[in-house]
């Protein structure tokens, strides 16, 4: 399975992000599925993809131009996608993704799984959806789609397969079934 997963270029303050994102690639490379991600050495991103071939997986970075030319690629992956733009960075990470995660991140992590939550709705895509809620990190995201459905400007059945798992064991749970 290649698993899409959406996150920082730093690392945030909770040192349990660390822990984790290497623990999910570590999951990822070890069990033969391979990853998809944003392409950078910095931060959670390059946290998650160091483990993910360490751990003897494939490791995608798909990256517009404009970070290649600050230096921001991470040079001992598999294969490194260039994009002309963030638009067709985020169109090729779906492309390429069978499941989909957003590990705690800022706008750019949200901008990304936000459109995988509507194509999801549109039904323009039928795969896993994943927000790993590491700490409550996506509770209030949780609320607000809650919110939408008590509000009838969404349906639970639009919301049917975005999942929010609260550790690893979960995600593991969600990928089999």
Known sequence: MTITVYLGSTEGRDPA??????ELGTWIGANGHSLVYGGSK??????LAESVLQAGGEVTGVEPQFFIDAGLEYDAITRL???????????????????????PGGV????????????KAMRHLDAPCILYN??????????????MVEMELC???????????????????ILKG
């Open 81 to 103: 996608i260039v994009t002309q733009d963030m638009s067709e960075r985020r169109a090729k990470m779906i492309e390429l993704g069978d499941a989909f995660i957003a590990f």
């Open 134 to 147: 590491l700490n409550g990190y996506y509770n209030d995201l949780h609320a607000m789609l809650d919110h």
């Open 42 to 47: 910095c931060g959670l991103m390059g946290e």
């Open 108 to 119: 750019g992590t949200l901008e990304e799984i936000s459109e995988v939550i509507n194509k």
């Open 155 to 173: 349906t639970k059945e639009k919301l049917r397969g975005v999942c929010f798992a609260d550790g690893l064991a979960q995600i593991r749970d």
């Open 17 to 22: 992000f660390k822990t984790a994102v290497r």
